[in-house]
């Protein structure tokens, strides 16, 4: 069966159609029902199929089956096997759902009765900073005449963050306190974020590791990628621009870090993958350890990436969210696989259930920029909601909202589901 | 009995007057023998106790015991459950091992036939920047009329570094690969780094965590501190110039990361216990959530610190090492606690087993330098060894080891072990 075939339908009824999760997605997670157990599951239309209950069902075999077998709380185990086993898996859960197979309404659980976790035990999360239109933004602020730094284009600028503190969507977020000091204020005082942000990001989650030692070469750097995510960096904005120099974002980033919690496969993503937009002229051509013609052609990811805002006010009014953003991936400067080859050229080793955050993407026109540093200018001049609500950063009782959608003619399209988080005061 | 007793002596002979592992020590660690099984164990004299045959020979009782049960290939249980259950151990091997006791040789193994493991699976790994004189003197190179940022009195500055590449002395170092650009140089280039160095710092040991979102109280930030070791933060001088801008070092630190394996408890050393040295008059006092008055008075450390190089011609000429500088942990700006405290100022989580380095340890003069970019200044003025060799930077075959020495009048000295790493060819 073809995998991507537009026309297959599902046994479920709310698979067909459905804006995120039909039966051409098939993304994985970790879910838990009233019980609390935690297990592997893939989501379908409005529902969770469990896979423990289908391999307890013996409805998967050989390498699917091995897989589900070794994954208990997380998909660590399922990441480090690589494509093989997620490509066997993905065949059989399409069959198994398959309107030509039997219902087994069974195996599911509804969506909204159920928990979703962070998928994976995250050994260590990095965040990159591959947005060109974003590190351009944030640049001009501080260094109007000279906003990229020199390495931008040579460099897959990166840093280390917390893993400890990425949650799961819809997890609350709580307004950090922290030190911050205003440019007018003589010293800092401690106390809660005056100026929080969000940023809309792409999570890539790391597949098979490499030897302590031994840098992933870029041909070979994909195969290293077992799924992707929606990620917001949530940023508290006063500390970043107190405590960060000389090395760089530490508190004002590491509170929190919201992921949504479907592991959407390269398999899944393959129709919807893209050239890499060429580099403007002048822009050098990457060094060749980072260079590779087929991941040119094929590396980008063409997704439409949307942030919606919804407040208080809103809510109590009954009026829905509104739109901040509409970007697309493809205007990140990087490929998900120059990342890899980057994070691994020094021998550094990564390891199945790595997190890397893309940066901040950022379209090069301002209804695409991802961070309210860049709409509002630094707080400076201050956004318009459609209800007449003004927004410099966020605040309590906002609720920023992160959607991927992936269409193109010919495709199911095909939806990354939410990665929502709700401002909670100090 | 008195766990510090300076006259206290074990049964087995080479404890007496060891220079590190008396019985007055027993550090913790992860150990495995040529049947390559990861068990717990305590360093004493030339040997280790194994802890699972200590408790398989039901000569471990109550906190002590279900410490050890819980623990297998990592000492992360332990760390979980704090001071009550070092301390019982402490309490109850110090008898074990006492003269009074009779010798159980069965449950020792010569520390030389071992290997000695990274004693906790690290979530997260964060470092420092609290070695003031470090601070200063990187910054001089730079910023000759401004060396110390404006933050750096009033915020314990760290990073987020690599988990994944923290390893146990005395695992070698490869050379790493990246890109590196000389300032003469048009664009830069991939390959073996240039200008590689070593840091002398302190690592500590992350015991009880806190609940996401919660701070921890200044106050009760010492009672999350499992233990201590030595840390040698290698570096990538000539990528870390190029990369570093503007989100801090990434390539340039997480290659390797070296630890010495033992963990040297709270207890062990509270006789080395030292007041934090006064503020250089018209320094800011630290924030009310940064300062406690007995942390002040006994928060600090009084552990000398030395650092050796054994280049490959010493080796070949039968030479010893020789030293690169002799400092002190009382050099440190802010103290461990202060460390902890602001690490969990905005709620960020930590658990048991992270890790913190404190940053490169320097002395005010020359001798006490802690890093080869210090002591030759950028590679500016190379330093002339014994044997007349010259080093800017470290090269192949050159290897850099860190001792820590507690000793005061009164009390047992002890070491902290050797944390030892040998250049590799790229």
Redesign the interface.
């Known amino acids: 069966m073809n995998t991507h075939d537009p026309a297959a339908r599902a046994w479920l009824p709310s698979a067909n159609g459905h804006a995120d999760f039909p039966l051409q997605n098939l993304p994985l997670g970790i879910f838990s029902t009233a019980d609390g157990k935690q297990r592997p599951g893939t989501a379908i239309g409005d529902s969770i199929l469990d896979l423990k209950a289908a391999l307890a069902a013996r409805l998967l075999t050989g390498e699917a089956a091995n897989a589900i077998e070794a994954c208990a709380e997380t998909l660590n185990p399922l990441f480090a096997l690589g494509a093989p086993a997620r490509q066997a898996l993905r065949t059989q859960l399409f069959a198994l759902l398959h309107e030509s197979s039997p219902a087994r309404a069974e195996l599911l659980h509804q969506t909204s009765a159920c928990t979703l976790h962070v998928p994976a035990a995250i050994?260590?999360y990095?965040d990159f900073?591959a947005g060109i239109h974003h590190a351009r933004n944030g640049?001009l602020l501080f260094r109007p005449d000279n906003p990229l730094?020199p390495?931008y284009k040579?460099?897959p600028?990166?840093?280390?963050?917390?893993?400890?503190?990425v949650?799961s969507s819809p997890t609350p977020l709580?307004r950090?306190?922290?030190?911050r000091?205003l440019p007018e204020e003589q010293?800092?005082?401690?106390g809660p974020c005056r100026n929080l942000d969000y940023e809309l990001e792409m999570g890539i989650w790391i597949g098979p590791g490499n030897q302590?030692?031994a840098?992933i070469p870029i041909a070979e750097a994909a195969h290293h990628i077992a799924g992707f995510c929606l990620l917001n960096d949530w940023s508290?904005r006063d500390?970043q621009s107190?405590?960060?120099?000389?090395?760089?974002?530490?508190?004002a980033k590491?509170?929190?870090t919201s992921i949504s919690p479907w592991v959407i496969t390269p398999e899944a993503l393959a129709p919807f993958r893209a050239a890499q937009p060429p580099r403007p002229n002048g822009d050098?051509a990457p060094?060749?350890?980072l260079f590779n013609t087929a991941d040119q052609a094929r590396g980008a990811l063409d997704l439409t990436l949307e942030v919606t805002i919804h407040t208080a006010q809103m809510r109590a009014n009954n009026q829905p969210p509104a739109r901040l953003s509409l970007g697309n991936a493809l205007h990140l400067y990087w490929t998900p696989a120059q990342m890899v080859a980057?994070?691994a050229?020094?021998?550094?080793?990564?390891?199945p259930g790595?997190l890397f955050g893309t940066g901040t993407i950022s379209s090069p026109e301002p209804t695409g920029w991802g961070a309210l540093m860049e709409i509002t200018r630094g707080g400076r001049e201050p956004l318009t909601l459609p209800n007449g609500e003004t927004r410099k950063f966020l605040e309590d009782g906002d609720e920023i909202t992160l959607h991927a959608r992936a269409q193109r003619p010919g495709h199911a399209s095909i939806g990354f589901g939410p990665c929502r988080g709700l401002v909670l005061p100090s």
């Open positions: 050994g260590d990095t900073y640049g730094m390495n040579y460099v600028v990166a840093y280390h963050g917390r893993a400890s503190s949650r709580r950090p306190q922290g030190q000091k010293a800092p005082t401690y302590p030692g840098p508290a500390i107190w405590e960060s120099q000389p090395l760089g974002p530490f508190l590491n509170f929190q050098p060094l060749p350890h980057h994070h050229s020094n021998g550094c080793d990564l390891h790595d």
